[in-house]
């Protein structure tokens, strides 16, 4: 039972943060605030993709990960985080003060930049995409 509080407690404390958003952050700024603002995340190098820059850090129960995507010049273009479907329901109740633009889809706007959350369905797990709205 602490087991199942403690993540709901991160969850929700993790969904309230996306108004303090990474976007735009140089890595290290994205490092400090990580652990500020999710202090049951660690920073996860055990594996390298040559294809994107990001930063990876995953939850201490091992139901989450966060990736940050990183510009060549290591500024925060994008975040997806990957959760449990145990979390779905969770979830949506948490995104419903952003304002709903589709299936799966909301916007926000923060300091006079306007952002999209994309939520993913896979397998066995889905994904909450964040980025600037184009």
Known sequence: MNHLYLLLTGLCFFVNSWSQNLIGL???QVEQAVMKLYPTFTEDNSFVNNSYKYLKFIDKFN???LLVF???NDECTSTKLICDYSMLDQ???DLKKFKTT???EWNYRSDGVEYVI???RDEWFFSLITSKKE
């Open 26 to 28: 140089k890595k290290q």
């Open 63 to 65: 139901e989450q990960t």
């Open 102 to 104: 589709g299936k799966d």
């Open 70 to 72: 990183l510009s060549d």
């Open 118 to 120: 994309k939520l993913r």
């Open 91 to 93: 979830v949506k109740s």
